[in-house]
């Protein structure tokens, strides 16, 4: 049953499609349910679906993504100033400008493999943050970060007689300002986004390009000799997934009007590394359940203090309650990382394929337990794997 | 010309750095197989051996003090500084070189837990996932030293007696005002000593001639029926402690902070890579000359032609150098070419 | 008969090793060719000459009248010449199935074909002869498990298939019985001798004479980097070089 849904496209979009723009319901018993926790999810989960193309079909390692998230805030913002205050144009040419920017650096990047592939993406990474905080501090306005300003030309919007009377103009789409709704629209905005990126993910993983890209990642030189050019499939795989980071950038700044070099950083990049990890790479749903889990938690963790930490252990009588807290605290607010780098380490040396294989593993067991069928590919499996059959 | 020398010292003092740090990584591929991101967090730990060491050095215990008559007064005084006077105050004014004595086996016992506990279960598992649980280990590292010692630089000063400068200028027969600090100075000699160290004991002991082999050509060696696995936690542990030494002595010099480590992670992946994957040689090279040439990039009269340059340089470098010729300065064929 | 690929003057050095020494080796179209010798006699070497994985110090490869010498791996395969390498060189991750689609697919869709929207569940001509073949060689059973999970004899006959369903006009085989136990090594004799493939043109690198004499039309003897010989068996069984050469050998064979 499982599987006939797991392998009917509609089927998988439909129920995608319900739980996404649903999440402001059914999150609310987990504390998740305001805008701006929810428009990240969207986003991060954006940025992880497109990272998984590269790193979870072909298993090219790039430490170099959040360069592309980060061109695509830098983008965004210069087409607030310049053209319009509307989110679309910002986000087409975010996409743009990140596409392109990928397949430089991908072209380049491309010429090695393994981990020499890494390090020239980690090196053309460091190189876009260290510009972007001096040389470029005229695109990218160095350490304070590129704002909008009420001067600003915005030919667009001007020549639609939209004129800004008092303080900085909010974005919107169309008219409707991207804060209105209490916020819910940013978010339904980057939802829609979210479920268009999935289907071209999913369509991508069932076509036979994605499958040849899975081929290349379980062995390259087979792929060469049965005919195929490798390195033009890897380069889409990666100006694919450097657009995927660039609409996850436009969008950021499509709802917070900032662009900074911090989300350049490597270890931004190494955020989205983890969260497709977690989740589990190569899997569809994985990525995007890694991007969601890893910023409820940060969200969450990062927020509480030993005061909270005292009221949650309330329960406890006072000599445990002080020891829970005293145990608890280094791995909460500050000490959140702590905890990020930990579950990252754990997931990586028993559950390599994450929180899917995880889950695949329980399915296998719960049959087992009842006696359900023999086979034991269940339906995570599918999606992981035989996506042909 | 006295700009020169200036940027050559300042080159080889980062050189230096870059060097110790790049051969204990590349010496961890050439040997284990393994690509260590969490090399740079060692280094960190290094100099924190020296915050902490000194932290030690300087337990102290509130005393009355005689100087102040009006009223009741007390200051913190070191233990070491009550029980043996001045010997306790020049002990703790050294401290930065005496904790090398701390940092040795604490180090040494990171390693081994570190190659034991976690990198043995690695060897056969993709570069990818080396990567991975490493760079969570760093992660993972860098927190419980913040946890500990706080987000701040800790400034651990150097002793009293280098603390000024050398007057190279003379030295060299330049202008007499050209000064450098000594402990830069120190830096370098010490870095060149850890270096010639470690080629001594490769080149000259039974151990370090296995070691080399192995990096050569690790199958034979294990058809010799040498259990190489076994020699790996040393070469691990040896790693790790040419990391931290090169951290203990860089503390005086950068104040430590928790995420030095991942800064120099970077730099010194970078440098390995241009020295060629698995080359102790080339380590060492590549780390001088990017050291040097990052000083060279930084002098105003570079900055001015070509703006930014001193903080890609390396970088820019390195991309160069893997598109042209993939293998390094002195790497061999078919080092971790997947 | 015309000759479908024409070695002439192939030399290749290593270091200061002669792996090959001015070999020169016609194939005809339908032939199926085999290529014995020593140990180390340099016969990987050559093949490895043909398919682009190395590149002759001086000589030329010509097949099908072009030129071969310097072309990419990914351009030879689409000339037509495919290997099979002797260890099987299979996709490990993905299902049998998948394993016989990509081929077929790099048959149909030339060096690189950006076709991300297209269904992979419509393919179904391309499917359907990926199933075919499978059972041409009884391992359409297997055709949902993963390449890496099945036993090595399959893995081999796998490449085989692999290798059959691009229809290639010259097949090179690298020992593809070594390792194999018998009854396995009989089976895949079959196979090559079946109708499918008995009309290919084939260069069979092998060391198991029992399968070179039940196989070859024709018979090139390589000794340290020199074809000393090309014959048909009867002639090869009663050359006296060849004896000579591989008695004057070590036992290892």
Known sequence: ??????????????????????????????????????????????????????????GYLSFGHATFLGIGSYTAVWSFKLLTMNILPAIILAMIVSGVFALVIGYLSLRRSGIYFS???????????????????????????????????????????????????????????????????????????????FYISLKIFRSPFGMKLRAIKSNQTRMKYTGFNTRPYLLTAFVISGMYAGLAGGLLASIDPLAGAERMQWTASGEVVLMTILGGVG????????????????????????????????????????????VVSPFVGEGWHLTLGLVFMIVVIFLPGGIMQGLNNLFGFIKRLFGLGGSSSSAADTVSKGEAS | MDAILIQILNGLDKGGAYALIALGLTLTF??????????????????????????????????????????????????????????????????????IFFAIPVMLLVGVIMERGLIKHFYKREHADQILVTFGLAIVIQEIIRHFFGANPIPTPAPEIVSGSAAVGAFFGLNENLVYPWWRLI??????????????????????????????????????????????????????????????????????????????LVLSFVVVVVGGMGSLGGAVLAGFMLGLLQSFASMNEVKAILPGIDQIIIYLVAVVILLVRPRGLMGREGVFED | MSNILEISGVNKTFGGLHALSDVNLQIEEGETHAIIGPNGAGKSTLLNCCIGRLIPDSGSVTFDGNNMIGMAPHDINHAGMVR???????????????????????????????????????????????????????????????????????KRRLELAMGIIQHPKLLLLDEPTAGMARHDTNRTIELLKSERMSNMTKVIIEHDMHVVFSLADRISVLVRGHIITTGTPEEIKNDPKVKEAYLGESEDE
């Open chain 1, 1 to 58: 049953m499982i599987k006939k849904i797991l392998s009917s496209n509609p089927l998988i979009m439909l129920i995608f499609s319900a739980v996404v723009l649903s999440a402001p319901i059914w999150l609310t018993p987990l504390g998740a349910n305001y805008p701006d926790l929810l428009q990240k999810f969207a986003i991060f989960g954006i940025f992880a679906i497109g990272y998984n193309i590269l790193f979870g079909l072909t």
């Open chain 3, 84 to 154: 099979i390498f002797q260890t099987p060189e299979i996709f490990p991750d993905l299902t049998l199935l998948q394993n016989m689609m990509i081929p077929a697919l790099a048959k149909r869709d030339g060096t690189f074909k950006f076709n991300p929207f297209k269904s992979l569940v419509g393919e179904k001509a391309i499917l359907e002869e990926a199933h075919a073949t499978l059972a041409d060689f009884e391992l359409d059973k297997f055709h949902d498990q993963l390449g890496g999970s099945i036993s090595r004899g399959d």
């Open chain 2, 187 to 264: 830096y370098l000699a010490f870095s060149l000593s850890i270096i010639a160290a470690v080629f001594a004991f490769l080149k000259f002991t039974t151990f370090g001639m296995v070691v080399r082999a192995g990096m050569a050509d690790r199958e034979t060696v294990e058809l010799l029926g040498i259990n190489v696995q076994k020699r790996f936690t040393v070469v691990f542990g040896i790693a790790t402690v040419v990391a931290g030494l090169a951290g203990v002595m860089y503390a005086p010099i950068l104040p430590p902070d928790y995420h030095m480590g991942m800064d120099f």
């Open chain 1, 119 to 197: 390090i020239l993406t980690l090196a053309f990474a460091q190189m876009a943050y260290s510009l972007a905080y001096s040389v470029f501090t005229p695109i990218t306005n160095g350490e304070t970060g590129l704002q909008l300003s009420q001067q600003d030309p915005r030919v667009l919007d001007a020549m639609a007689g939209i004129a800004v009377t008092d303080g900085i103009p909010s974005t919107n789409l169309f008219g409707t300002l991207i804060k209105s709704m209490d916020g819910y629209f940013g978010f339904y905005v980057a939802a829609v986004m979210l479920i268009i990126a």
């Open chain 1, 283 to 326: 899997t569809l749903i994985g990525p995007m359940l890694g991007a969601t889990i890893i910023k409820y938690f940060e969200n969450i963790f990062s927020a509480l203090n030993d005061s909270e930490l005292h009221n949650i252990f309330d329960f406890l009588p006072a000599g445990m309650q002080e020891f829970m807290v005293t």
């Open chain 2, 30 to 99: 050439g040997t284990l197989g393994v690509v260590n991101f969490a090399h740079g967090a060692l280094f960190m730990m290094g100099a924190f051996c020296a915050v902490l060491f000194n932290k030690i050095l300087t337990i102290s215990k509130k005393v009355k003090d005689e100087s102040i008559t009006f009223f009741d007064a007390y200051k913190e005084t070191p233990y070491l500084e009550i029980w043996w006077g001045d010997t306790g105050t020049a002990i703790i004014d050294y401290s930065v070189p005496l904790s």
